[in-house]
């Protein structure tokens, strides 16, 4: 079992930076494939970002590509996305999930734990 707690959301304007943190509990944070998820009013949730265990190798939807940067720091059993240069069209709850697979980190139903999610609101 794993539990999720997401922080560092907030309000932003266009153009700012904020670097969101999920905290991991349980000593198998390493063996999790981890990944970022958002979702928007009146929207499905989406894709955003995701690592590997190791952090070798991650993977972006197209629209934050550039701007937003996934990492992991196991030792701490922590996952991060920094998010620079945001937009309006950035604000949503964003969520980080596990999975213990390596399958379709772009597929919401193949991760295994949720956090609770944390808002993230760029203003114009």
């Known amino acids: 079992q794993v539990q999720l707690v997401e922080s560092g959301g907030g309000l932003v304007q266009a153009g700012g930076s904020l670097r969101l943190s999920c905290a991991a509990s349980?000593?198998?944070?390493?063996?999790?494939?981890m990944g970022w998820f958002r979702q928007a009013p009146g929207r499905e949730r989406e894709f955003v970002a995701a690592i590997t265990r190791s952090g070798s190798t991650s993977w972006y939807v197209d629209s934050v590509k550039g701007r937003f940067t996934i990492s992991r720091d196991n030792a701490k059993n922590t996952v991060y996305l920094q998010m620079s240069s945001l937009t309006p069209d950035d604000t949503a709850v964003y969520y980080c999930?596990?999975?213990?697979?390596?399958?379709?980190?772009?597929?919401?139903?193949?991760?295994?734990?949720w956090g609770q999610g944390t808002q993230v609101t760029v203003s114009s």
């Open positions: 999930a596990a999975q213990q697979g390596l399958i379709n980190y772009r597929a919401l139903e193949n991760y295994d734990y």
């Open positions: 349980g000593r198998t944070f390493s063996t999790y494939l």
